[in-house]
């Protein structure tokens, strides 16, 4: 167990939707990553919070947000859900060290019909 | 920007025999980090090591060894005796000095070990 938690883990909904998934990272873990594991695009970094501020921004799309809350937990949400968002989104939270290692949360299973 | 290259899409061994996993990267950073993680059955990825630029010395852990050549860019993974629950895919990771942590991912591979 990693320490760190998502929800839901399984998530079924139709085109045109839109999903928030949660994640509470490790106990004082300051650092939270969103990735998207898809067959075709394998795993790929989405967006970094760093204490409640965006670091960092990767390969997502506008129709995604997310955010960080005081209490560090965070949300992505997904929006005019389309097949192709089908995918496993992982959370990982790291601390504070220039060395820190990222946990990964049990990820959320995403099916869009 | 960074690359890592796993070739091996899949490997299949039996039972006891040892593997190793190629990871090759790319990177014009000076200070980085090298992971692997592992992906099991049921879909977690499972932290397995860390290895930083400045460090070559290879390591063991159990039946499980890592070969850092900085020389050649790769980080290679070595499971000695496999067994089967050692199933699963193998992530190589790496990630840059700058502030942003995010990791890129080689493209894994997938083990099997047949009983």
């Known amino acids: 167990d990693s320490g760190v938690t998502q929800t839901p883990k399984h998530l079924i909904t139709a085109t045109g939707q839109r999903v928030t998934l949660r994640c509470s990272p490790r106990?004082?873990?300051?650092?939270v990553y969103w990735y998207q594991q898809s067959l075709d695009q394998g795993l790929q970094f989405l967006i970094q919070?760093?204490?409640?501020?965006?670091?960092a921004k990767g390969n997502i799309l506008e129709r995604f947000s997310a955010q960080q809350f005081p209490d560090l937990h965070s949300e992505l949400n997904l929006s005019s859900l389309e097949l192709g968002d089908s995918a496993l989104y992982f959370c990982?939270?790291?601390?504070?060290?220039?060395?820190?290692?990222?946990?990964f949360g049990p990820g959320t299973r995403l099916t869009v019909l | 920007a960074q690359k890592v290259t796993q070739a091996q899409t899949e490997i299949s061994v039996v039972e006891k025999e040892d593997v190793t996993l190629d990871c090759v990267y790319e990177?014009?950073?000076?200070?980085?980090?090298l992971f692997w993680y592992k992906q099991p059955p049921s879909g977690e990825l499972v932290f397995l090591i860390r290895?930083?630029?400045?460090?070559?010395q290879n390591e063991i852990s159990g039946r499980y060894s890592w070969n850092f050549q900085k020389s050649t860019s790769s980080f290679n993974f070595t499971i000695t005796a496999s067994q089967v629950v050692d199933s699963a895919v193998y992530f190589c990771?790496?990630?840059?000095?700058?502030?942003?942590?995010?990791?890129?991912f080689g493209s894994g591979t997938q083990l099997t070990v047949l009983p």
């Open positions: 290895r930083n630029s400045f460090d070559e």
């Open positions: 990177t014009r950073d000076t200070t980085y980090y």
């Open positions: 990771a790496l990630r840059g000095s700058g502030s942003a942590r995010q990791l890129t």
């Open positions: 919070y760093y204490n409640g501020e965006e670091r």
């Open positions: 990982a939270s790291s601390g504070r060290g220039s060395t820190d290692t990222q946990y």
């Open positions: 106990s004082g873990d300051l650092s």
